[in-house]
């Protein structure tokens, strides 16, 4: 293997399918691409063939602890004692269009679950991997909607709980570790099951900016949080 080396979550489809697709054009990446169900993942696996870049197909569910860490275990043995350079934390839900006086616990406590202990669980179980690596990139993906400075208003009260969550696990991984590049990036309203028919921005142009964002990220973007074009977010 040459070239760098890439892991995501929830590659089935959506910006992480995109991501996956962008990355395999390039000769020099190898992708490991995650999925909760690969037998049904078909534009995934139609990948596989799309080449010059290597893909590697894991199976992991981000809301179960065995899941993650056995597909990070097969990573790992992948591979065989190289180092993992980024690590895209992809993979969210977005349950309800709920408020702070209408929510329901199940949805808020499945936020949280799939939303922030899920990538915290994945950065934890494939360090062995990142530490290996000269590049140590960890992309956790937010949304505007943590953004209490931006004043989104009530709506998608668990979800945005759950991402400003993740911005501060964030945070909390970069003052860690020092070494590391994690950071937080936005797509922007994208075409996708989540953002809907409405929303603003084709995936392959949100997928092209936050690669443009992370294989240009150094040791200053640790800890903080933009946009799919680069632009810092205040908190
Ligand atoms: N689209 C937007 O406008 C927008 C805006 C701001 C932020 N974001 C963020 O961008 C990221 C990607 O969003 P998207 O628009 O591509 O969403 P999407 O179209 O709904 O895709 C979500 C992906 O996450 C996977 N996933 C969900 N639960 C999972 C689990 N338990 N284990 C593993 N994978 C799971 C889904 O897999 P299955 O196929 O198995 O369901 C799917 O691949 C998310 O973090 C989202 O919060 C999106």
Redesign the pocket.
Known sequence: MSGYTWFL?????????ETTRQLLQSPWHTVFAS???PST?TDLAALSSSGPGTLHIVQ????NEESIKSGAAEVLRLLNGRGLDYVIN?????LAPDTAFTFSPEHLTDSIV??VT?PALVSRYLLPAIERSNRKVIVN????LASISRNCGPKSTSYSIS?TALNMLTYKQARERPDFIPLLV?????K????GNG?ILEPHVSVKGILNVVTSATLDHAGKFYNYQGKEIPW
């Open positions: 979550t929830g590659a089935s489809r959506g910006i992480g399918l999925c909760r169900s993942a992991l569910d981000v809301t992809n993979a969210a839900v977005n799939s939303n899920g993906m937010t949304s505007t991402k936005d797509p922007g309203w994208v996708t099951k989540m953002g929303a």
